[in-house]
């Protein structure tokens, strides 16, 4: 069976809430960074995954 991947989009949205306990800690938060860290992580999923595909 042959899995091809072209794009993997991930789309999410978070809801903002006043009383958040996390709202003050995530303004120190790089997004950029947070969002490099994710997608490669989610690269790697895709590859492992491709990968265990391919030894069966």
């Known amino acids: 069976m ?9 789309k999410s949205s978070v809801a903002e809430q006043d009383n958040s306990p996390l709202k003050n800690d995530t303004q ?3 997004l ?9 992580e989610c690269k ?4 492992d995954s491709i ?3 391919r030894r069966r």
């Open 2 to 10: 042959t899995i091809e991947v072209r794009q993997l989009v991930i």
């Open 28 to 30: 120190n938060i790089d």
């Open 32 to 40: 950029d960074a947070l969002k490099r860290e994710l997608l490669t």
């Open 44 to 47: 790697q999923i895709v590859n």
């Open 51 to 53: 990968a265990n595909a």
